[in-house]
């Protein structure tokens, strides 16, 4: 299960700093993207580069869609992940609000791909950021776009804290931050 709290413990440590090249720590054990925990998860393997960040990646038949090609939900997966990446250089938490994917060419099963993304720029609390995901002839078969919106480190323990798998029944209109603050006392990071 989602260590919780250690994940909020740990928040400032996995932020870095990180040298450029250095393996950047999973979002937590059971991540979908990355935890190796997670038996059903990418296991992706991050690093940064430069003020951006990199992952190496081979989808395997565990994402497929039509046979042989990459289900784009799973494509979609580790974009989203190697985003979430991208608050640990910038220095804050952050999630995101808006995904959006170009399935350039189809992505393969079994093929490794290169994945980069990068922060575009910053407005308040949005962190803009783009990715490419490239095979090894440097062909692009993707594009994304994201916009994260930064949050306290607090934002996890109010939504999650799911435990044993049995998760809380989400409340119908609690879908946004707004409105919480007050009962929690936190400001929004
Ligand atoms: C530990 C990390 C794991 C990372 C895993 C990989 C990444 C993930 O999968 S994260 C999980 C998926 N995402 C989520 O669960 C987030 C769900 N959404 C939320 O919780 C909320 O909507 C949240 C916190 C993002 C924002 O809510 P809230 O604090 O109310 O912000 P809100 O006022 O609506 O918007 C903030 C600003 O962004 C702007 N904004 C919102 N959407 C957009 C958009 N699509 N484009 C541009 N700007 C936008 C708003 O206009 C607002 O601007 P301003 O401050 O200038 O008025």
Redesign the pocket.
Known sequence: MPDMGT?LAHWAERAGPHSDGALLPP??ER?L?CGLDNPHGHHLQVHRRGDGVVADHVFDERHVGAPGVVHGGAVATVL??L??FL?YLVGT?A????LTVDYLSPVLVGVSYRIEATVTSR????V?VAATVSDFDERTVATSSA???T?DVE??AR?GGVSGGSPTPPVADD????GREGEMGQQ?G
């Open positions: 994940m979002h937590h991540c993207g989203d992940d985003f979430g608050p938490p999630v995101t609000r808006q407005e308040d609390r949005k803009f916009v994260f919106i949050v934002h996890f939504h879908h946004r931050d707004t929004r």
